[in-house]
């Protein structure tokens, strides 16, 4: 409606920038024009070049280097973190959606940034203290002798939590399947309350008159069509 647009694109999550899709987001990009660009996931920091941003923080950073370089005005596209565990919470226990959050982000840096053990155990560390922050799971876990803990009253393979397989996030698996226990049931309830918030975040932006451009993991895509397609009709 009126001069608002949205250009939305399903990513796959990269840190590869020979990846053809970072051509494809630039030509996009390029062609759009927005005056706004979301990204998916935390503010983490970007590099100085395009390649190096994207070996550091993937598809989200890219949206937030070419943003940086061109001056465009640069939103997240995430609910609050607080928010998303308290709705988290209405069903599984402090203890698990601690444990689903860390586990999740040592896989991702284990897979897409190769950490070594010894890097891992650091970076969570540091993710142990921020998360403090957050009300009812900032009570549990909050050092590595916790988190090894913890871990282990839950699985006994893979042998460490800084193993914990990828599959375990998969929001379109079950528990059951991977081995997660609980973690693609907590996955599948972040997805939907992260669906609806970035959906009403874009048409908001979209009937501001904006000029949307975002980048998204692929799979909240199709899900969040329809109710943008009814919101912006």
């Not at 973190?81 to 840096?109: C, G, H, T, W």
């Amino acid at each position: 409606p009126g001069k608002g647009r949205l250009y939305y694109f399903p990513a796959g999550h990269s840190a590869d920038p020979a990846d053809p899709q970072f051509s494809e987001i630039e030509k996009a990009w390029t062609r759009v024009k927005p005056t706004v660009a979301f990204y998916e996931g935390p503010n983490r920091p970007i590099a100085a070049t395009r390649d190096e941003t994207i070996k550091l923080t993937g598809e989200s950073g890219f949206v937030r280097f070419l943003a940086t370089r061109d001056g465009i005005e640069i939103a997240r596209l995430e609910p609050s973190p607080q928010d998303e565990a308290n709705f988290i919470m209405q069903k599984f226990s402090a203890e698990q959606v601690k444990l689903f959050y860390v586990l999740r982000e040592a896989a991702r840096l284990r897979e897409r940034r190769k950490l070594s053990e010894a890097e891992l155990r650091a970076a969570i560390a540091e993710l142990l203290k921020r998360a403090s922050q957050i009300q009812g799971i900032g009570s549990t876990i909050n050092n590595l002798d916790e988190l090894d803990a913890a871990y282990r009253r839950y699985w006994k393979t893979p042998e460490h939590w800084w193993q914990a397989p990828m599959a375990w996030f998969d929001p379109l698996n079950s528990s059951s399947k991977t081995g997660g226990i609980f973690t693609n049931e907590i996955n599948q309830m972040s997805s939907e309350y992260r669906n609806r918030h970035m959906y009403e975040v874009l048409a908001k932006a979209v009937l501001e008159g904006k000029t949307v451009f975002a980048v998204v993991g692929g799979n909240h895509v199709p899900l969040q069509e329809p109710a943008l397609r009814c919101a912006l009709k």
